[in-house]
């Protein structure tokens, strides 16, 4: 899944959006509120971690811009101000929770993790993606192919969901780069094809049939030729 992270706090920027990597997810980051609101109409998020203070305008006012502009998923917002006062404003905002610096990183996963699985049970994302005899569930992170149980690194899980989410869709270096990695990737690198590889070892090697497609001049796709 790709996040966004708001956070013009360059030092906790990068502290997020590591230890969200190391979890399997894909981060943009963006230091204002402004830059929040391009990234967010240019690419497709799942959740959005959002920061109450920020140089150009307060979080409030950039969750209300969000949603304005369309953006339906998770907004946790972050933010030192902890009266009862400023955590309506944030709900009322657009805000979806709201958690209070300081806090343990293993409290914000688990923020994220609900968020998404509330998202996921009001039907605006599918939790369990499958297709041929592939199945991976989102919420608990497991693979089976048929009755097989596959294990996967949080990237080799991250890659195989993009595909999974864009089945027989060729997808081009960039595209996969600014999903499963971020939007600063080098896709000029040969990581993907590296980490393709390593999928296609415990998704295709151990089956007869041939899921992970190479696209001449293109990507990958995932495809069932049967």
């Known amino acids: 899944m790709r996040l966004l992270v708001v956070e013009d706090q360059q ?6 959006k590591r230890g969200l990597n190391e979890v ?3 981060v943009d980051v963006a230091e204002s509120g402004s830059a929040a609101e391009m990234l967010s109409a240019e690419n497709d998020y799942d959740l959005i971690i959002l920061d109450v ?3 150009d305008q307060n979080g409030f006012d950039t969750a209300r811009h969000l949603r304005n502009d369309g953006f339906h998923g998770p907004i946790l917002m972050l933010t030192a101000l902890s009266t009862t006062k400023d955590k309506v404003s944030g ?3 657009g805000a979806d929770d709201y958690l209070t610096k300081p806090y343990a990183f293993d409290e914000l ?3 994220v993790r609900a968020l998404l699985r509330r998202k996921s049970a009001t039907g605006t994302s599918n939790s369990i993606l499958k297709y041929s005899d592939l199945e ?3 919420i608990h992170r497991t693979v089976k192919r ?3 149980d596959i294990s996967l690194t949080a990237k080799e899980f991250s890659l195989l969901e993009y595909l999974m989410r864009n089945p027989e869709r060729p997808l081009g270096r960039v595209s996969i780069a600014e999903h499963v990695w971020d939007i600063h990737f080098d896709s000029e690198s040969n990581v993907i094809d590296v980490y393709i590889n390593l999928l296609r070892k415990k998704v295709d090697a151990p089956f007869p049939k041939k899921l992970i497609q190479t696209v001449v001049g293109v990507g990958y796709v995932l495809k069932d030729h049967s």
């Open 53 to 55: 203070m920020l140089p």
């Open 24 to 26: 399997g997810y894909a």
């Open 91 to 93: 709900l009322d905002a």
């Open 136 to 138: 991976l569930d989102l």
């Open 109 to 111: 996963l688990a923020r």
């Open 11 to 16: 030092k906790m920027a990068n502290f997020l």
């Open 146 to 148: 048929g009755s097989h």
